[in-house]
T-cell receptor
Framework: DTGVSQDPRHKITKRGQNVTFRCDPISEHNRLYWYRQTLGQGPEFLTYFQNEAQLEKSRLLSDRFSAERPKGSFSTLEIQRTEQGDSAMYLC????????????????FGSGTRLTVV | DQQVKQNSPSLSVQEGRISILNCDYTNSMFDYFLWYKKYPAEGPTFLISISSIKDKNEDGRFTVFLNKSAKHLSLHIVPSQPGDSAVYFCAANSGGYQKVTFGTGTKLQVIP
């Protein structure tokens, strides 16, 4: 297993355009999380899925943001009508639903997608 | 409302010495605490964790201490190495694998 994969690594878009990011979690993990990180801040929770069900959404996830995980495997995060304030690193993480071994915490992050809105 | 706080944005330590990174939290529902390490242009990497039923957890050069009454935890790195230079995030959650709440990070620089 190669860990959590995110694509693309970098995205530059013009304000007002739509963008979509993809996350492929660790195959045996049934939970998938999206976070956003801006400069000087820690990652902020956006939403998470168990299999294909979206279990929680942050108030940070405005109606321009939508996340899907249609078959309980990979997930997409779409931002419509991008604004300059959307510029950030978008991080995906995955985990099992229940801890298998808390000493080797299975909450694993991908390398992120850096979005720049110009 | 910043539920996890790291009040020191940066820390410089000489190689071989101890690095101590501090973290405070406000949410008494948190029962699991984690430290992540992050290099530029990479995602956070899990370092060490501690359950609220413990007050210390050790893994090699890394030790995390938890003081529940003070709602404070710290990460000790002994001895510090130049490769430890990174941003360290304190994080917490409650109730198993759900969302994790992160602090704002402390940038550690280990000087050779």
């Amino acid at each position: 297993d190669t860990g959590v994969s995110q694509d693309p690594r970098h995205k530059i878009t013009k304000r007002g355009q739509n963008v979509t990011f993809r996350c492929d979690p660790i195959s045996e993990h049934n939970r998938l999380y999206w976070y956003r990180q801006t400069l000087g801040q820690g990652p902020e929770f956006l939403t998470y899925f168990q299999n294909e069900a979206q279990l929680e959404k942050s108030r940070l996830l405005s109606d321009r943001f939508s996340a899907e995980r249609p078959k309980g495997s990979f997930s997409t995060l779409e931002i419509q009508r991008t604004e300059q304030g959307d510029s950030a690193m978008y991080l995906c993480a995955s985990s099992p639903a229940t801890p298998l071994d808390r000493n080797t915490y299975g909450y694993t992050f991908g390398s992120g997608t850096r979005l720049t809105v110009v | 409302d910043q539920q996890v706080k790291q009040n020191s944005p940066s820390l410089s330590v000489q190689e071989g010495r101890i690095s101590i990174l501090n973290c405070d939290y406000t949410n008494s529902m948190f029962d699991y605490f984690l430290w992540y390490k992050k290099y530029p242009a990479e995602g956070p990497t899990f370092l060490i964790s501690i359950s609220s039923i413990k007050d210390k957890n050790e893994d090699g050069r890394f030790t995390v201490f938890l003081n529940k009454s003070a709602k404070h935890l710290s990460l000790h790195i002994v001895p510090s190495q130049p490769g430890d230079s990174a941003v360290y995030f304190c994080a917490a959650n409650s109730g198993g694998y759900q969302k994790v709440t992160f602090g704002t990070g402390t940038k550690l620089q280990v000087i050779p």
